[in-house]
């Protein structure tokens, strides 16, 4: 195996949703687990919410159909999966041979439906553009797609969702006006007598800072794996960061007053210097982008990372220290000392879930509890 690995507390996992869980009261989960569950491995994911017993998510919620599939295949839950994805007829046998629910979000997918009619029900939720300009069915054209969609046989409505825009940042006016639109809609749909199922609409910035966004159901997705959201959200929920990277110093050497380190001598030692190689690189997540900017912990002491980060290997600055070969060395993650996956953000302009989305496969995960 590998020394550099994602080392994933399931503890940790368990504390943030028991958290969340409490913070919802008795609304429903829908635990999202999408991109391997941002990183962090889906099926190990779900097999410890399902470890909880009645106290697990009521559903799970992936981007792709093939997620719910390995999911499925996996057999760590009997739980309903909803794909986000937009409905593909294409899709079909998969929907109903692997138990997973579709997203319907356009007009388009209904006529397709309509030409290649259904033989049997298909249960679907219906998500609603209240705002985020991405997909869905407009809010202002809900009623009209209802009344084509229950034209149409063997249909069944179990879920109607939307999806926030800005419920991370501090100014709440735009996701209040998603809220007003969506809850206008289902009033719409109410008067009009048609069935929607279960309503759901709050993400993980919704659950910590709009609970008027609750309903049915939440959809935590990055709060689960210990960040939230943006740092505009309020830390209404105790979180703990899931996962840390860590990997072992495989070489040590000497570098002299004036001489560089790696690629495009982005680094010019001013003075004798010890150095630290650590087997990890941008093919693993490290953004090349962070070159000369992160630290990491060897020995409970922070060192600069110097010199380009290329594709499997880094260097360390280790001058006057005992580092030796075979050290652990902590990318992000905590002992005495903390580094976590927003230093890394703050760095590139971005947000945790992309840090950790881009741990890449060849970085084994390491489950601990």
Request: glycine content about 6%; hydrophobic content about 40%; some cysteine.
């Amino acid at each position: 195996m590998r020394s550099t690995f994602a080392e994933i507390n399931l503890s940790s996992l368990i504390h943030n949703y028991i958290n969340i869980r409490k913070k919802v009261k008795n609304r429903k989960v829908m635990a999202v687990v999408k991109a391997d569950a941002y990183g962090h491995g889906a099926v190990e994911a779900v097999k410890t919410y399902e470890s909880l017993g009645s106290s697990s998510p009521e559903w799970y919620g992936v981007a792709l159909t093939e997620e719910g599939i390995e999911l499925r295949k996996a057999k760590v839950t009997k739980k309903p999966i909803l794909t986000f994805s937009p409905f593909q007829y294409d899709e079909l046998d998969e929907y109903r041979r692997y138990n997973i629910t579709p997203s319907l979000s356009a007009f388009e997918q209904l006529e397709q439906i309509k030409l290649k009619k259904l033989k049997n029900v298909l249960k679907v939720h219906v998500n609603i553009d209240s705002g985020m300009g991405r997909m869905g069915v407009r809010f202002d054209e809900a009623v009209k797609f209802f009344s084509a969609l229950t034209a149409i046989k063997n249909i069944e409505v179990i879920g109607i969702y939307t999806h926030f825009a800005t419920s991370d940042e501090r100014d709440k006016r735009f996701a209040k006006l998603q809220l007003q639109r969506f809850n206008s809609v289902l009033a719409l749909l109410k008067e009009a007598a048609f069935s929607y199922g279960i309503v759901h609409a709050a993400n993980s910035g919704a659950i910590l800072d709009l609970e008027d966004a609750y309903f049915d159901m939440v959809r935590p997705g990055i709060s689960l794996y210990g960040y939230y959201p943006s740092l505009q959200t309020k830390g209404t929920i105790k979180l703990k960061p899931v996962m840390s990277l860590i990997s072992k110093v495989s070489e040590i050497r000497e570098i002299k007053k004036g001489e560089s380190v790696s690629y495009g001598r982005k680094f010019i030692a001013k003075e004798n210097i010890t150095t630290a190689a650590v087997p990890i690189g941008y093919a693993d997540g490290v953004n090349r982008n962070l070159t000369n900017k992160i630290h990491g912990i060897i020995r409970n002491k922070k060192f600069e990372q110097i010199g380009r980060v290329t594709m499997d290997r880094i260097i360390f600055n280790v001058t006057n220290s005992k580092v030796q070969v075979g050290d652990k060395i902590i990318l992000f993650g905590e002992n005495k000392l903390s580094i976590d996956a927003w230093t890394w953000s703050s760095i590139l302009k971005t947000i945790p879930y992309e840090i950790t989305c881009n741990i890449s496969k060849r970085v084994p995960r390491i489950f601990i509890k």
